[in-house]
């Protein structure tokens, strides 16, 4: 498809058309990855954060409440995820001083010691760091690394991205991909941009590389310059995943409980979106990112009731080892 194709893909509102889309796009997840849903536990261990991006509650100039995990209580977070059955281990934070000024190698310990215990791949997501801090953590075997540039559209990204150079962030990416490790990439809906915009990012995504595309509707937050920026309509993000699971069926797509919480997740699933991101173990005091409480405490983002809902419409969740060799795959492709 092409940059028009996918335009015209993304202008669809018969509701026929639409399923048909969606249909579609789940014979292609089908092909690739049979009936098996991959889950990902989300550790967010740090909402301290340097920068001033205009669409995050926990941008720096926003007066919330933050915290920062002590190193055992992350490392115990991350074996009850293990433990509760999820694939992967999320390692996320704000741009933190601590770390980001101060030591990179409390950070470096923390991920040893947590891929020892728990035997699990991991993700970090600690926003853009020096190329020699990537290379260490592709050496110590750190599987992905997430960056996304939430728009390819440079002119938005200023605007998003408040003092961030796009080139630098787009480089930490391939550098990552250089070093061997598996990337995410992954867009906001509801931000401003154009149909051609989003098209220009699915192209994009495919142009990098990246082994998991994302997209994730915005969420307006109490704070922020963008608070009464409106939630889009929750078909558009649907339709990116779906025409992101036709161009690229071997890629990962998540369908996050970030942005409507596990009751936004049958849609996404029927979509085309192939892994469940950010689950959270309840009564822990960890946020999420879009959605910094909706479902945690209560318990609804968890594996039981993310594996109810895979039961009902004929899914199922992989094991570790189907995640193992998708990995394979991925790096397969990658080299
Ligand atoms: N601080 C690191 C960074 O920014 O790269 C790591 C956190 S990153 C995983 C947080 C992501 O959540 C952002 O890149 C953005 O895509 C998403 N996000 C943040 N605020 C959001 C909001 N209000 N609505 C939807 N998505 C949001
Ligand atoms: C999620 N809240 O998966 C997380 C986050 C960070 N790598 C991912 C945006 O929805
Ligand atoms: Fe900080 Fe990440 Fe939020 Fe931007 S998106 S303000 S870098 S936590």
């Known amino acids: 498809m092409n940059r028009n194709d996918i335009i015209d893909l993304l202008r669809i509102d018969n509701r026929n058309e639409i399923e048909e889309l969606f249909s579609q796009a789940r014979k292609a997840r089908e092909k690739e990855f049979g009936n098996?849903?991959?889950?990902?536990?989300?550790v967010y261990f740090s909402t301290w954060c340097r920068n001033d991006c205009n669409f995050c509650y926990y941008r720096k100039s926003n007066e919330i409440d933050r915290y920062r995990k002590e190193p055992e209580e992350i490392i115990s977070i991350a074996e009850n995820l293990a433990g509760s059955g999820v694939h992967l281990l999320d390692l996320t934070?704000?741009?933190?001083?601590t770390y980001h000024?101060?030591?990179f190698d409390l950070l470096y310990d923390i991920v040893r010691r947590i891929k020892e215990n728990t035997g699990l791949p991991v993700m970090l997501s600690p926003g853009l760091i020096e190329d020699r801090d990537i290379a260490r953590f592709a050496e110590l075997g750190v599987e992905w690394y997430a960056l996304y540039q939430e728009t390819h559209n440079r002119e938005l990204y200023a605007k998003l991205r408040l003092n961030q150079d796009y080139d630098q962030r787009m480089h930490g990416k391939l550098y990552a991909k250089e070093t061997g490790m598996l990337i995410e990439e992954g867009i906001l809906a509801g931000v401003g941009e154009s149909l051609g915009d989003i098209a220009d990012s699915i192209l994009e995504m495919g142009r990098i590389g990246a082994s998991q595309m994302r997209v994730m509707s915005f969420v307006p937050q109490d704070g922020i310059p963008m608070e009464s920026v409106r939630k889009p309509d929750?078909?558009?993000e649907e339709k990116i995943i779906a025409i992101l699971r036709l161009m690229y069926p071997w890629v990962l797509i998540p369908a996050s409980l970030d942005i409507d919480g596990i009751k936004g997740l049958e849609d996404r699933l029927n979509a085309g979106?192939?892994?469940i991101?950010?689950?959270i173990p309840p009564k822990t005091g960890l946020a999420g990112v879009a959605q910094n409480s909706m479902d945690v405490d209560e318990g609804g983002r968890t594996v039981e009731e993310a594996s109810h809902i895979l039961k009902t419409m004929g899914l199922q969740p992989a094991t570790v080892l189907d995640y193992r060799e998708c990995l394979a795959r991925l790096n397969g492709r990658c080299n």
């Open 101 to 103: 000024r101060d030591n």
């Open 234 to 236: 929750p078909l558009l």
């Open 93 to 97: 934070m704000g741009e933190d001083l």
């Open 36 to 42: 098996k849903i991959f889950m990902y536990g989300f």
């Open 273 to 275: 979106a192939n892994v």
């Open 277 to 279: 991101t950010s689950i």
